[in-house]
């Protein structure tokens, strides 16, 4: 699946392609469904304190939205923590590939350790969410679900000096 690339702009517009590709489906899933959220600083460090009180560590990294009733105010830690139960946490995975069905199969992507720990943790209160851009649909599922649809898993450590 490496490529090699011919020069650091080629490489910069495929990272802005992807960033982009994770934007929509951000859009896609937040239009579709008003229970989806993009957390703020404020509302993550919310957050990982109201899980931190139940022993559940989240990491930053290892979820771009939340999935919760809109009466929830994130952006207050009390009504945050006092509702942890009724909070999703999300890692959206995105596609713009024609070839990918709504069942997403064929759809490769990667799970960070960061995410597969949160997910492990968190269980139910987890989800992977799997978006088509093109099709504007999308489908969520726990760790043991994208366990059991899984034909193939690569273990892999990405490293960066």
Do not use: H
Not at 12 to 31: C, D, F, P, S, V
Not at 49 to 65: L, P, S
Request: charge should be positive; aromatic fraction near 12%; hydrophobic fraction near 35%.
């Amino acid at each position: 699946m490496l490529k090699e690339y011919e020069s650091k702009s080629q490489i910069k517009k495929i990272i802005a392609n992807n960033k982009q590709t994770a934007k929509l489906a951000e859009e896609i899933l937040i239009g579709s469904d008003a229970s989806f959220k993009v957390p703020n600083a404020t509302e993550r460090k919310n957050l990982a304190m109201a899980f931190a009180k139940r022993n559940k560590v989240i990491y930053g990294r290892a979820f771009d939205m939340v999935k919760c009733p809109t009466s929830i105010d994130l952006m207050d830690f009390q009504d945050t923590e006092v509702n942890w139960r009724e909070i999703t946490l999300c890692e959206v995975k995105s596609t713009s590939r024609k070839n990918v069905d709504d069942e997403f199969k064929g759809f490769f992507f990667s799970i960070s350790t960061a995410e597969l720990l949160v997910a492990q943790s968190l269980r139910d209160q987890y989800k992977f969410v799997f978006v088509n851009n093109l099709t504007r649909k999308y489908k969520e599922y726990t760790l043991e679900r994208v366990y059991q649809k899984s034909k193939k898993i690569y273990p892999t450590w990405s490293i960066s000096f």
